[in-house]
């Protein structure tokens, strides 16, 4: 029950920094919008998000994909932070750094999506597998 009122917390938690980072993004502050993404992927997941990008896929799949101490939870974290960020590379036009995230970004929600149950369904992961596929 503990554990489970912890996880709870963590994610209603996790929910008010993205309003935070979905409102930089709105705003178009993109320095504070790039330090949240950050700082929230190091307090949720103890990952760097530059560090992650700079992996090639054979060190992605090692350190995200196969690594057994992340959660489902903290990977589905992961996955929305890198899709923010996605969009932010898109608005700036670099296509270099989206499309190597983006590569990552599916990867990542195929994986999430490959470990829920026969009877569970991620809505939020089918969603934005569906706009990553139809992306150019």
Same mark, same amino acid.
């Given at each position: 029950?503990?554990? #489970?009122?912890?996880?709870?917390?963590?994610?209603e938690e996790f929910?008010?920094?993205?309003?935070?980072?979905l409102n930089y993004k709105k705003l178009q502050d993109w320095d504070k919008f790039e330090n949240e993404i950050n700082a929230t992927s190091i307090k949720f997941t103890s990952i760097?998000?530059?560090k992650l990008e700079k992996f090639n896929e054979a060190d992605?799949? #090692?350190?995200i994909l196969n690594n057994t101490t992340l959660t489902q939870d903290q990977l589905k974290i992961l996955a929305d932070l890198l899709f923010e960020k996605l969009n932010f590379y898109a608005q700036k036009n670099d296509t270099m750094s989206y499309n190597n995230l983006k590569v990552k970004c599916v990867h990542l929600y195929k994986h999430i999506q490959n470990q829920l149950t026969q009877n569970e369904f991620d809505l939020n992961v089918y969603y934005k597998l569906e706009i990553l596929n139809k992306k150019d």
């Amino acid at each position: 029950m503990l554990r #489970k009122d912890y996880i709870l917390r963590q994610l209603e938690e996790f929910g008010k920094v993205m309003a935070l980072i979905l409102n930089y993004k709105k705003l178009q502050d993109w320095d504070k919008f790039e330090n949240e993404i950050n700082a929230t992927s190091i307090k949720f997941t103890s990952i760097e998000i530059n560090k992650l990008e700079k992996f090639n896929e054979a060190d992605f799949k #090692k350190e995200i994909l196969n690594n057994t101490t992340l959660t489902q939870d903290q990977l589905k974290i992961l996955a929305d932070l890198l899709f923010e960020k996605l969009n932010f590379y898109a608005q700036k036009n670099d296509t270099m750094s989206y499309n190597n995230l983006k590569v990552k970004c599916v990867h990542l929600y195929k994986h999430i999506q490959n470990q829920l149950t026969q009877n569970e369904f991620d809505l939020n992961v089918y969603y934005k597998l569906e706009i990553l596929n139809k992306k150019d």
